[in-house]
């Protein structure tokens, strides 16, 4: 074997002597048939140049060097008498890139981007096929597999060319059934509920999550994992998807689920560094002592590592960071908060790049970080974080780099924009008659981040119509201001007695006072004309007229819900005061919301809410009819909306005073072959009462009650709601209803 070795290493060597030992200088360098690329060009290419010795490993070096310039379909070298000739052959020029048989613009752009070919570039033939696999791929994460690709080329004059790509998409696949294999632990139907992809029925004409589209695919493996990680399976794997051709043209979704052993919290620390105030983590440390024993959860541990680094701003050492460690044994999951110093640098310069509609302060606005700042990695965060919130953004990547000092960086904040105008639409109908809602919307009026609103809604009994403008960051500052003109027209003869046209303005500011506790101020001013009927009491036609009211409102809002959609965990408590200003009923009120949210056990979501109300008078004139309170349905089910309390003769006149409470839990298992069907149970009890103008009128402030189930179901033209309710206590004048429905959309 040693001798195999010594003789073609021998061999190579004397290879070597050889070319070199015939070499020659070159004296001259002639290119020839050229027409549009330079001598300069090519010889920069080529890597040669005069004085250099050839040989034949030169001639193939000069060789790869063109070919892989990719400039030329031919090249050849002769040598001759010291003289270097280079022929090539130019690539032809590439016109135009065309893509048929697609109608969609924004699909052709996002297939013209992937291509490596661009328009005025050199063709290669090479990059022609793979250039046929990149659409195809395109195509198939779109959903087409059975697509065809016919690249066709035309040739042009002075060596151009045009290349088409003529494409069939053929029938987009659909997904015929979505399975679960391995240790799945959960029902297919509740796996089902949490993807976005779902199965082909032929009444989801509208809906796009039916056809297989492998990006879907990817988001829905992720929706799993985190799933599985909110219940406790902290290894859990989704291993792959893939699919199985059942039907002609018709899928079956594969997902592969190994869950793993239930892991749960064990021991659970914060390690802070020795100068930081240990008393600021003190309610963070009890929190820690509860979980201690529940099932582990990703959500909680980011909600714990959130409130770590929303204590670690306020301490002395600015540049902080937070992470977790973790260490499992047996069945138990032991983590380490550690809390670190960072190194200190400054921020020299932050450079916004990329808004080329988004003006630069409304980007700046949203950073909790500044020039001249030290740099906070928590901050740094929470900026890129209210940069995606603006939903101005497609992509939002930052970068860091050196300054120009040993202690300082520069931030590069690089942001592709995207549309930002919305239309929308929708309609409903229910027991109560039904509705349409049209709207235009500019979240980015003219870069500067205002959102520009503009809508109108029709319905049974009223038309309203809405213009507002909002500017989230007002004269640069965190502050919120909005602007609102309203009109209204509201017939309630029927069965209030009433009917009003009511025009105004309203003008207001919000901010975030604390985390998620947030403070707003806005005064309105509103004419009103109101109109009774000829049936309508002496009291109440006492009350036709014209009004000019004012108001000044205060809102307090503390929202500690995990999720606004689907909310599961938390609880949201709002309490809002209206104070006239100058009013000829001067009406004073009062609101009070509270809602919380458990999952008492799997799949099981209960919330319970209470609702106070007052409207009363400052001075010793009535309340106007339009401004006294009514409980709408949602809040008493079982009775129809504003139906209860206080009577004058035939009408309704709402109270002085209004609670509520609301307690609901879904059902779980009662659909499980319907992914989009959720039952539900609920229990409602109010009270309407207080009559400023005829105590003699009031019903003392009677307890009504009900029962009931319902069903949720989310339809292709919008949520659906039926409830039947049971009513448990009620009064001789109450109108009720056992059944109720509703369904509506938007789009």
Do not use: C, H
């Amino acid at each position: 074997m040693n001798n195999v070795k010594v003789i073609f290493l021998s061999f190579v060597l004397n290879l070597l002597f050889l070319s070199f030992a015939f070499s020659e200088i070159i004296k001259k360098i002639e290119i020839k048939g050229n027409k549009r690329i330079s001598d300069e060009t090519i010889l920069m290419f080529s890597g040669i140049s005069e004085g250099q010795n050839f040989n034949n490993l030169i001639s193939n070096e000069i060789l790869k060097n063109l070919y892989d310039s990719n400039f030329f379909s031919n090249v050849s070298v002769k040598f001759e008498n010291s003289i270097i000739e280079i022929n090539v052959k130019e690539a032809p020029l590439i016109k135009d890139i065309k893509i048929s048989g697609i109608k969609a613009d924004k699909f052709k752009k996002l297939i013209k981007e992937s291509l490596i070919l661009k328009p005025r570039g050199s063709f290669n033939n090479f990059f022609l096929s793979e250039e046929t696999k990149i659409i195809q791929s395109k195509l198939k994460t779109a959903g087409f597999y059975f697509s065809k690709i016919d690249p066709f080329i035309e040739i042009l004059d002075d060596n151009m060319i045009s290349i088409d790509y003529r494409i069939d998409l053929g029938e987009k696949s659909k997904i015929g059934k979505i399975s679960f294999i391995g240790d799945k632990v959960f029902k297919d139907n509740k796996l089902r509920s949490i993807l976005v992809s779902e199965e082909y029925k032929f009444w989801k004409f509208i809906s796009g999550k039916k056809f297989l589209n492998e990006d879907l695919i990817e988001l829905d493996k992720r929706l799993l994992k985190n799933f599985y990680l909110n219940k406790g399976y902290y290894n859990v794997e989704i291993n792959a998807s893939f699919a199985k051709l059942i039907d002609k043209n018709k899928f079956e979704l594969i997902y592969n689920i190994n869950a793993n052993k239930k892991i749960y919290f064990g021991e659970m620390k914060v390690v802070l560094p020795n100068d930081f105030d240990e008393e600021n983590y003190k309610n963070l440390k009890n929190l820690l002592v509860d979980l201690k024993g529940e099932p582990y959860s990703l959500y909680s541990v980011d909600k714990i590592l959130d409130e770590i680094d929303s204590i670690t701003t306020t301490e002395e050492f600015k540049s902080s960071n937070a992470f977790a460690q973790q260490n499992i044994v047996s069945d138990k999951l032991n983590i380490d908060f550690v809390v670190e110093k960072s190194k200190t640098f400054f921020i020299e310069k932050i450079n916004i790049l990329g808004n080329n509609v988004t003006r630069e302060n409304v980007v700046r606005n949203q950073l909790e970080i500044d020039e001249g700042d030290p740099y906070n990695e928590i901050l740094a965060k929470k900026s890129e974080n209210n940069l995606k919130s603006l939903n101005f953004f497609k992509s939002i990547k930052s970068t860091i780099v050196d300054g120009k000092n040993q202690n300082s960086k520069v931030i590069n904040y690089e942001l592709v924009e995207k549309p930002t105008g919305e239309l929308t639409a929708g309609a409903g109908v229910g027991t109560d008659g039904g509705s349409f809602f049209f709207g235009v919307k500019e979240n980015n009026y003219l870069g500067k981040g205002v959102a520009v609103d503009a809508d109108i809604t029709f319905s049974t009994d009223s038309v309203k119509g809405n213009y507002s403008i909002t500017n989230p960051n007002y004269n640069n500052s965190d502050k919120s201001v909005y602007f609102n003109i309203k009109a209204e027209e509201t017939d309630k003869l029927k069965d209030f007695g009433y009917k009003t046209n009511k025009t105004g303005f309203e003008v207001g500011t919000s901010f975030e006072y604390l985390k998620d506790f947030n403070l707003g101020l806005a005064t309105s001013s509103f004419f009103e004309n109101m109109e009774t009927d000829s049936t309508a009491s002496a009291r109440q036609k006492k009350q036709a007229g014209n009004y000019f009211d004012s108001f000044l409102k205060f809102n307090f809002d503390y929202d500690k819900r995990n999720q606004k959609f689907k909310t599961s965990d938390g609880f949201r408590s709002n309490y809002s005061i209206n104070f006239p200003i100058i009013s000829e009923t001067n009406t004073f009120t009062n609101r009070y919301n509270y809602k919380v949210f458990n999952e008492f056990y799997e799949n099981n979501i209960t919330s319970f809410s209470v609702s106070l109300a007052s409207a009363n008078s400052v001075t010793d004139d009535d309340v106007k009819l339009s401004e006294r309170l009514f409980i709408p349905s949602r809040r008493l089910r079982g009775f129809e909306a504003g139906k209860i309390g206080p009577k004058d003769g035939d009408d309704f006149i709402g109270g002085n005073y209004s609670a509520t409470f609301n307690a609901q839990s879904n059902i779980p298992r009662i659909f499980q072959n319907f992914q989009n069907l959720d039952a539900i149970m609920f229990f409602d009890a109010g009270s309407l009462w207080g009559v400023d103008y005829d105590s003699s009128l009031d019903d003392g402030g009677k307890l009504r009650s009900s029962i009931g189930v319902g069903v949720d179901w989310f339809t292709v033209i919008g949520p659906l709601n039926f409830t039947l309710s049971e009513v448990i206590t009620k009064e001789d004048n109450d109108i009720t209803e056992s059944f109720r429905f509703n369904l509506g959309t938007t789009f």
